[in-house]
């Protein structure tokens, strides 16, 4: 692994960019550590299984939606039994 400064990874940015995809590339700043991790994608989903409903961007809307709700206190989260989880998806 390489470890650089932020400085000397600024000054020669080209160069640790492409050595990133061969080697463990991190910056030492005054918050902590940075891991460079090279890819071929951009993944925007937020989901760690990357679950398709993520990516319908109406999902995302509505639960933004729900969540601001639940900051500003308009809203409550409700825990379901079982037996209404069944009721309700007609399982």
């Known amino acids: 692994m390489v470890l650089l400064t932020v400085t000397e ?4 940015i080209g160069k640790y960019l492409q050595m990133a995809f061969t080697e463990k590339i ?4 005054k918050q902590g550590i940075i891991e460079l991790n090279p890819s071929t994608e ?16 109406r999902n995302m809307k509505e639960l933004n939606r729900a969540l601001d709700e639940l900051r500003e206190g308009k809203a409550e989260l409700k825990e379901f039994t079982e ?3 069944k009721e ?3 399982v």
């Not at 990874?9 to 020669?12: M, V």
């Not at 991190?26 to 700043?29: D, E, G, M, P, Y």
């Not at 951009?42 to 961007?57: T, V």
């Open 9 to 12: 990874f600024r000054n020669n």
């Open 26 to 29: 991190a910056l030492k700043s």
């Open 42 to 57: 951009i993944r925007l989903n937020p989901s760690p299984s990357n679950d398709a409903w993520f990516d319908d961007a």
């Open 83 to 85: 037996d209404e989880i």
């Open 88 to 90: 309700l998806f007609a």
